[in-house]
């Protein structure tokens, strides 16, 4: 019975990471992968409240702090959609110079608004935005996405444990352990690049790792001596 309860919490976990939600709407995904041999990338937008209507309001931001306009529009920028309906946002790219040896790492910003009834005139509106990861992803990389995180190298240097990616992929993190410690909130790292982790206390001599897959899915369990 035990092991039948574990089972069906990863699957409804598996199921969660793979969507995102916010307000009553659910966005189709975690991340959007826009493949560069394709002239655009899409996510569905659904509402499945019975009766609400949302203001839907989407744009693309740059990852970096750079004020630099991105080079991606998405269409419809802002709509209305009604109680148990769906719509896809269609993201384009419009130009701009982007590496074609690495991806490139971009937010998608999806804000949705309730409606209100004329009646309630003082009736607070409250906006909910979610934010997920829009992937540049140059031709000549689509066919090794899922084994990059295989490459992945790990160092401990004292309290700390440096994570290197000599992959062109942004590898994020589902878990990482050292020992039996998880470290809490990974993150991501970009590629070609290295981050620097706070080893739990406790740690062991061994690293375990899973990262997420371009369908928001977990990858199996890697583990190397450190």
């Given at each position: 019975m035990l092991r039948k309860i574990k089972t069906l919490c990863l699957i409804v976990g598996l199921l969660a990471a793979s969507q995102a939600a916010t307000a009553g709407i659910i966005v189709g995904g975690t991340r959007v992968i826009y493949d560069s041999a394709k002239k655009e990338a899409s996510v569905n937008v659904s509402n499945p409240e019975?009766?609400?209507?949302?203001?839907?309001?989407?744009?693309?931001?740059?990852?970096?702090?750079?004020?630099?306009?991105?080079?991606?529009?998405?269409?419809?920028?802002?709509?209305?959609?009604?109680?148990?309906?769906?719509?896809?946002?269609?993201?384009?790219?419009?130009?701009?110079?982007?590496?074609?040896?690495?991806?490139?790492?971009?937010?998608?910003?999806?804000?949705?608004?309730?409606?209100?009834?004329?009646?309630?005139?003082?009736?607070?509106?409250?906006?909910?935005?979610?934010?997920?990861?829009?992937?540049?992803?140059?031709a000549a990389l689509a066919s090794h996405a899922a084994e990059a995180y295989k490459a992945l190298t790990f160092t401990r240097q004292g309290s700390q444990l440096t994570v290197s990616n000599p992959t062109a992929y942004h590898l994020a993190f589902y878990s990482i352990k050292v020992g039996s410690a998880e470290i809490k909130e990974a993150g991501s790292v970009a590629p070609f690049s290295s981050i620097k982790l706070p080893l739990p206390a406790g740690a062991g001599s061994q690293v375990s790792w899973q990262t997420i897959t371009d369908f928001g899915g977990i990858t199996p369990a890697l583990s190397k001596a450190l």
């Open positions: 019975k009766t609400t209507p949302f203001l839907i309001q989407s744009w693309v931001e740059n990852a970096t702090a750079e004020n630099s306009k991105p080079p991606f529009i998405i269409t419809p920028p802002l709509f209305r959609l009604d109680a148990g309906k769906e719509n896809a946002l269609r993201i384009v790219r419009t130009g701009g110079q982007l590496p074609e040896d690495r991806e490139s790492l971009y937010w998608l910003n999806i804000k949705s608004i309730p409606s209100t009834e004329k009646s309630s005139a003082n009736q607070l509106q409250i906006s909910m935005k979610t934010r997920i990861k829009l992937i540049y992803r140059p």
